[in-house]
Antibody
Framework: EMQLVESGGGPVQPGGSLRLSCAVSTFTVSTNYISWLRQAPGKGLEWVSVIYSGGSEYYADSVKGRFSISRDDVNNTLYVHLQMDSLRSEDTAVYFC???????????????WGQGTVVTVFS | DIQMTQSPSSISASVGDRVTITCRASQTVGTWLAWYQQKPGQVPKLLIYAASTLQSGVPLRFSGSGSGTEFTLTINSLQPDDFASYFCQQASDYPLTFGGGTKVEIK
């Protein structure tokens, strides 16, 4: 079964940067649409970004220009990174990476999720 | 951006009840809609995609319907394991967007 493991979260001051990473274990399973999503404390889900295997990237309006997604294959493990710059207090959340599936859907829905990594932006 | 509005935001129900949750889109999303369940401290679980297709392993008491801008998630004969929050997500256009969630609580 596919496993996704996030890392890189932690406390950061407003205006600072963090780089989150998602290690995807089952590289042979389709990993075409790995996404980052987040959930602020006590709040709902918010999609953040997706990267396609071909390199296309899409972002939520709230992070466009501040966050950047990338992917690389290291020793048969897929890593998807989220570079987060100019962080704001409203970016405080649990950040999940998830596998997007487009089986019978136009755009991705998310069938495998990591456990999440906590980002806290505080002054 | 497509706005997704869920109602109600919370519902109190008893084991055995039928529960219906509504999700409305600010513009048509066809049938490109998914539903998720999330329990406290856990990651979301995909229940339904393409508005009405049950994800593998999801109990048959869950069902989804709708198209265009209005969708429903129905839980027939609510079970103790079903007390959770439920979210809809449109998969029609970027940015992908979620509804605000519906918390199903024990009456």
């Amino acid at each position: 079964e596919m496993q996704l493991v996030e890392s890189g979260g932690g406390p950061v001051q407003p205006g600072g940067s963090l780089r989150l990473s998602c290690a995807v274990s089952t590289f042979t399973v389709s990993t075409n649409y790995i996404s980052w999503l987040r959930q602020a404390p006590g709040k709902g889900l918010e999609w953040v970004s997706v990267i396609y295997s071909g390199g296309s990237e899409y972002y939520a309006d709230s992070v466009k220009g501040r966050f950047s997604i990338s992917r690389d294959d290291v020793n048969n493990t897929l890593y998807v990174h989220l570079q987060m710059d100019s962080l704001r207090s409203e970016d405080t959340a649990v950040y999940f990476c998830a596998r997007g599936s487009r089986t019978a859907t136009f755009l991705p829905v998310f069938d495998y999720w990591g456990q999440g990594t906590v980002v806290t932006v505080f002054s | 951006d497509i706005q997704m509005t869920q109602s109600p935001s919370s519902i109190s129900a008893s084991v055995g009840d039928r529960v219906t949750i509504t999700c409305r889109a600010s513009q048509t999303v066809g049938t490109w809609l998914a539903w998720y369940q999330q329990k406290p401290g856990q990651v979301p679980k995909l229940l339904i995609y393409a508005a009405s297709t049950l994800q593998s392993g999801v109990p048959l008491r869950f069902s989804g319907s709708g198209s265009g801008t209005e969708f429903t998630l129905t839980i027939n004969s609510l079970q103790p394991d079903d007390f959770a929050s439920y979210f809809c997500q449109q998969a029609s256009d970027y940015p992908l967007t979620f509804g605000g969630g519906t918390k199903v609580e024990i009456k």
